[in-house]
């Protein structure tokens, strides 16, 4: 039998679908739901254009209200699936599968999700995975168990055998385990060749201890799209700024330099007191797309820009995602993408 080799594929690789969960009353959203509904239907209308969709729901009376809200709002729902089951919340980023691609099948990797290191009631969050691949949602993959906190929104690749990632997320989860340790695990798990780690980089209002899909992401052709602050008088500019000088020190496998794409910087976007995280580089790629959370400010149009660059080829789609940001995440943590073929 021929050997199953297996990679972790870049996010701009062909995608058989996105997974989502729907919001409903008994998660987090509750005291805004309406808002956030929309967002999720602004979303599930961009993706619709180019792949399906798979959505999460807690029950039936969710799947008729969801079902309703989207045919309503003329979505395409022949790429409309629906599974039932139990979740905690939402942001399937860190809760969902992280999928190896191999010659021979796929592999789903399930690392333990904690609630962003206990923070908030994960169990069934946790088990997420396991039921989803139990009730056969998730192709015929294998399902592989690792005891080990993991978030997918800890960790960025370049499909080539770089991992890029942060040591105050993964430090924080692993307190006395050191950097070489973590790397060699990690490596191993997700089949990289190394291990970047960043020591920079943080935004007030996150709650996943600065996870890299907040900061800054791979693209193609050996580049590196990051969040930058530009304005001195910010509480994030000094910060942001080590984090671009970071980045720019780094390496592609080959000795030579990232190309290197900053986005620009929002104005503060507050709750009350409490500042939210409003990051661009929390966005999302689809077979011919970047969906980039816009959040009704005047760099959205910038970053927009930025993106389009970095990604050549592909259509630029703003999805309004201000009510996201009150929980503390944005349009990539909502989301997780299925390589193609895992879904037939």
């Known amino acids: 039998m021929t050997e199953n080799r297996l990679r972790l594929p870049a996010e701009w690789e062909p995608q058989s679908a996105i997974l989502i969960a729907w919001p409903h009353a008994d998660t987090d959203w509750a005291e805004r739901l309406g808002e956030v509904e929309d967002t999720y239907i602004a979303l599930v209308a961009a993706i619709?254009?180019?792949q399906p969709v798979i959505i999460c729901v807690a029950d039936d009376d969710v799947e008729a209200y969801a079902d309703a809200r989207l045919r309503s709002n003329r979505i395409d729902m022949e790429r409309v699936r629906f599974v039932s089951v139990p979740y905690d919340d939402t942001w399937?980023?860190?809760?969902?599968p992280i999928t190896l691609v191999g010659n021979n099948g796929f592999r789903l990797l399930d690392f333990r999700f904690t609630g962003w290191g206990g923070k908030f009631e994960a169990s069934d969050d946790d088990q997420l995975v396991?039921?989803?691949h139990a009730a056969g949602e998730l192709g015929d993959a294998t399902r592989e168990s690792i005891d080990f906190a993991l978030e997918g929104g800890a960790i960025d690749t370049d499909g080539e055998g770089s991992l890029l990632t942060t040591w105050q997320c993964l430090s924080l989860r692993h307190p006395g385990a050191s950097r070489e340790e973590l790397s060699a695990k990690l490596a191993a798990w997700l089949q990289q060749s190394r291990v970047l780690w960043l020591d920079h980089g943080?935004?007030?209002?996150?709650?996943?201890d600065a996870h890299i899909d907040t900061l800054a992401r791979f693209a193609p052709n050996n580049a590196i799209v990051f969040q930058a602050c530009d304005d001195?008088?910010?509480s994030h500019?000094?910060?942001l700024k080590a984090?671009?000088?970071?980045?720019?020190a780094l390496r592609t496998l080959d000795g030579k330099p990232y190309t290197l794409f900053p986005l620009p910087w929002a104005q503060p976007i507050l709750d009350g007191e409490r500042r939210l995280a409003a990051s661009y580089a929390n966005f999302l790629i689809l077979n011919g797309a970047v969906l980039m959370p816009a959040y009704g400010d005047a760099a959205d149009e910038k970053a927009a820009a930025v993106l389009a660059e970095a990604f050549?080829?592909?259509?630029?789609?703003?999805?309004?995602?201000?009510p996201l940001i009150w929980q503390n995440g944005s349009l990539h943590c909502i989301t997780m993408q299925l390589p193609a073929g895992l879904i037939q």
């Open 237 to 239: 500019y000094a910060e």
């Open 312 to 322: 050549p080829g592909r259509e630029i789609v703003q999805v309004p995602c201000k």
């Open 232 to 234: 001195e008088a910010d």
């Open 243 to 248: 984090m671009a000088g970071e980045i720019a």
């Open 48 to 50: 619709t254009r180019f």
């Open 92 to 96: 399937l980023r860190d809760s969902g």
């Open 202 to 208: 943080y935004l007030e209002g996150d709650d996943t």
């Open 130 to 132: 396991e039921r989803l």
